[in-house]
């Protein structure tokens, strides 16, 4: 199957900095990435979708000056998280949905940035 | 609104039959994702369904009523490495995925 990369696996911040977060589809081009946070105990959360070459569009209650979304090519997105507090601590995984993917639709998944915030 | 339904947590031992249970209401629907999360992991695919039925893939099968709004993950010849959670979630009409919280599946031995 196709393979999401995510990097860093994990990062621990002081409160107050920013954190990249970087998103890659490494067999396939991705029109589409999907960002989620993943509280502990709670199922994954849609942040935003963000599509190659367009701004990126962001559910309800997600700030979007404060995590910046930039998909530059069809293989890679970035989430920054900018002036990180310990309340944004969170699993972050992201996912690629592949250009021609059929009737299927399906989502990738990387394998997730567990971002800890001091 | 859109709601997806599973139970939050369900005990079964090893070598045992699983059946969890997921109910759905979406803003239109393109299929029915089952997942499985290992704790501090990515989710991983397990399957798809669009069109009523069963859909078996070796010890794990899948079934969808699109009518009644309903499917369910059948896990057989249950193994230790089976605790996860498992979610569900649905495909809306605007291709964008409605998950459900999850169940927690513990194996016992």
């Known amino acids: 199957g196709a393979v999401v990369s995510q990097h860093p696996s994990w990062v621990i911040c002081k409160s107050g900095t920013s954190v990249k977060i970087e998103c890659r589809s490494l067999?396939?081009?991705?029109?589409?990435m999907f960002w989620y946070r993943q509280f502990p105990k709670q199922s994954l959360m849609l942040m935003a979708t963000?599509?190659?070459?367009?701004?990126?569009?962001?559910e309800q209650g997600v700030e979007k000056d404060k995590f910046l979304i930039n998909h530059a090519s069809l293989t890679l997105s970035t989430l920054t998280v900018t002036s990180a507090h310990p309340e944004d601590s969170s699993f972050y995984i992201c996912?690629?949905?592949?250009?021609?993917?059929?009737?299927?639709?399906?989502?990738?998944f990387g394998p997730g940035t567990r971002l800890t915030v001091l | 609104g859109q709601n997806i339904d599973q139970p939050t947590e369900m005990t079964a031992t090893e070598g045992a039959i699983v059946q969890i249970n997921c109910t759905y209401q979406?803003?239109?629907?393109?299929?029915l994702f089952w997942y499985q999360q290992h704790a501090g992991e990515a989710p991983t695919f397990l399957s798809y369904?669009?069109l009523d039925g069963l859909e078996e893939k070796g010890r794990f099968s899948s079934f969808l009523s699109r009518s009644k709004g309903y499917s369910y993950l059948l896990l057989k010849e249950l193994q230790m490495k089976d605790s996860a959670s498992y979610l569900c979630?649905?495909?809306?009409?605007?291709?964008?995925?409605?998950w459900g919280a999850g169940t927690k599946l513990i194996i016992k031995p």
């Open positions: 996912s690629a949905r592949e250009i021609s993917s059929g009737d299927y639709n399906e989502q990738f």
């Open positions: 067999d396939f081009q991705a029109t589409t």
């Open positions: 963000s599509n190659e070459g367009s701004k990126a569009t962001y």
């Open positions: 979406t803003s239109g629907f393109n299929g």
């Open positions: 369904n669009v």
């Open positions: 979630a649905s495909l809306d009409s605007n291709y964008q995925l409605i």
